[in-house]
């Protein structure tokens, strides 16, 4: 019997995609330096950034100290670009999200989170309508540890109180999210609505795991 649904958040609940986003490659152009020096400490640090061990404002310091082009006011707008962007996010998700998950909580379900996230990932998510609505939010950034680390998807089980054949799990497929689901014993489904939106991934439909063309698919499988 499903007790509880847990939810990927990026691409799943809301997209990057839906509105004006401040990449690296917009961070990168502001700072005058190339794509490809930006990269040796943004990509490098991906994991860093995840778990908690550097912030963005640490990134983009250390990236424009080591190319030399560190000013204070281009710091503070480049950071500040990033997370508005970030904030964004939600306020343009899609109307059937916050019905899908009112409609759980309504069935007496728990609803819970496990997203990838950096520090200004984690303050937009924690300032949105949607991180009310969580039974259980995990956040890698808090956490210390990310998605496919079955401790992630554990830790998510032991804050709900239940066992992995009780629980869904949904999310677009990213970060191997749905193999380590599926491992761990919970129930994977794939979240395509805003794959079919994005035009910046090539990830599709994965035919190993059941696909969710609409949000309240889900309620389906219940």
Not at 147 to 176: F, M, N, T
Request: hydrophobic share 35%; charged share 35%; aromatic share 10%.
């Amino acid at each position: 019997m499903v007790k509880a649904v847990i939810f990927d958040m990026f691409e799943t609940l809301v997209s990057l995609y839906r509105c004006e986003q401040y990449f690296g490659e917009h961070m990168c152009r502001d700072m005058g330096i190339t794509e490809e020096r930006f990269r040796e400490i943004w990509d490098a640090s991906e994991g860093e950034r995840s778990i908690g061990a550097k912030r963005l404002e640490d990134t983009v310091r250390e990236i424009m100290e080591k190319n030399g082009v560190f000013e204070q006011d281009l710091f503070e707008s480049i950071v500040r670009k990033r997370s508005e962007g970030r904030r964004k996010v939600f306020d343009v998700y899609r109307d059937d999200i916050k019905p899908l998950l009112t409609a759980l909580k309504d069935r007496g379900l728990k609803v819970a989170l496990i997203t990838n996230c950096f520090s200004e990932e984690a303050v937009a998510i924690k300032d949105s309508d949607l991180y009310p609505l969580f039974d259980v939010p995990i956040l890698s950034y808090d956490e210390g540890f990310m998605k496919p680390d079955p401790a992630i998807y554990r830790l998510a089980l032991d804050r709900l109180g239940l066992q992995p054949e009780e629980c869904l799990y949904v999310g677009d497929g990213g970060s191997h999210e749905l193999e380590a689901a599926r491992e761990i014993g919970m129930k994977p489904l794939q979240a395509l609505w805003y794959l079919k939106e994005n035009t910046r991934s090539k990830r599709g439909h994965n035919p190993e795991f059941v696909g969710l063309e609409e949000p309240l698919d889900v309620l389906k499988y219940l």
